[in-house]
């Protein structure tokens, strides 16, 4: 074995592209493009904007939202004095606590509407909040049963010898403990390139990968593509990976064998999270204990050095980690 040490680089993970302060922004490995020029705000799209929050955001969403209704109408309830039968004079917390209780239709019975045009407030605020709780309950049934896969994808992408024949190989590992059916991969290869008339266009390649498909994703999966005179990396050194700007895009795609459902998992890798004469650790024990083999997914992003001089591979140099 190599003496040298494992190499880890971290690398940002794939992301979906985010609305709000990042409108019109698409994450592309350590990369990101800017949209100008699209369509304004469209209110049909809320429903999907707070599908791509996060937790926490959402939760706050919800919670600012629920304050300032509530806020909203204890003003119209204090701003008329005898809204409120039983609640004291000039005194702010009382009608914000009508609010509450009467945006939850939970009605104590001790303050209740005290005139007209309490009654009208108190209507209005109990149809708001019937729409409310249903948006939000159905929003949150949404998120819970939307089908989410815990694929997880090697850190970075290598490129050496395999048989014999320059391979990129990637991993991808199945983090929970069921099964992952029908499931297949694709990659490509995204660049920048001067076509015959001077112009710069931006290509796909379809990487063909030696498996594409596996009946059965239970553990974990190395993803090849073998580097020949039809592979868009024949010839190719990572210095023209990074002046071409080149990514590497991965999905994986399978039906959860619990959920009964479609997953999908995506990773992209740009140029310098592409490294030359490396592979990965070897992470399935030979020995058993027991009768168990030991599957190690602290050595998953490892990589090593394979003490090539770049030789025996087209075109390619040797990476530096920094």
């Known amino acids: 074995m190599n003496q040298q040490g494992p190499v880890r680089i971290p690398v940002q993970k794939a992301a979906r592209p985010k609305v709000g302060s990042e409108r019109g922004v698409f994450q592309m490995g350590t990369s990101k493009i800017k949209r100008v ?9 809320v429903y999907h904007w707070m599908l791509t929050l996060s937790w926490p955001n959402f939760f706050t969403l919800i919670g600012v939202s629920y ?14 004095p005898g809204s409120i039968a039983n609640a004291r004079p000039g005194y702010f917390p009382d009608a914000l606590f009508f609010s509450i209780e009467t945006l939850a239709t939970v009605g104590y019975g001790y303050m209740n509407p005290g005139s007209t045009y309490g009654h009208l407030v108190a209507s209005t605020e109990i149809l708001f909040g019937m729409v409310q709780i249903a948006v939000v309950t159905g929003l949150l049934f949404a ?8 694929i997880l994808f090697s850190d970075v992408a290598v490129i050496t010898p ?14 929970r403990g069921n099964l992952i059916l029908e499931a297949s991969v694709r990659a490509s290869l995204i660049r920048r390139e001067m076509t015959q008339e001077g112009q710069l266009f931006t290509r796909f390649y379809d990487l063909e990968l030696e498996r594409e498909t596996t009946g059965v994703f239970a553990l974990t999966w190395t993803i090849l593509h073998r580097i020949d005179e039809s592979s868009p990396l ?6 023209d990976l990074l002046r071409e700007a080149a990514t590497l895009s991965v999905l994986l795609t399978g039906t959860d ?16 999270h592409i490294f030359y004469n490396h592979h990965f650790a070897d992470i399935m024990s030979d020995k058993l204990e027991g009768n168990v083999r030991i599957l190690d997914y602290s050595k998953f992003h490892d ?9 025996n591979m087209p075109g390619a140099a040797l990476a530096h980690p920094g």
């Open 37 to 45: 020029g699209v369509a304004r705000w469209y209110w049909g799209d």
């Open 67 to 80: 304050l300032l209704t509530n806020l909203f109408f204890a003003a119209a309830f204090f701003a008329v």
């Open 143 to 150: 998120r819970f049963s939307r089908p989410t896969s815990r």
């Open 162 to 175: 395999f048989n014999g024949v320059p391979t990129l190989m990637l991993r991808a590992g199945n983090e």
């Open 234 to 239: 024949w010839g190719k050194t990572q210095d």
């Open 257 to 272: 064998d619990t959920l009964n459902d479609f997953v999908h998992a995506r990773q992209t890798y740009s140029a310098d």
């Open 303 to 311: 990589i090593y050095p394979d003490g090539s001089d770049g030789g």
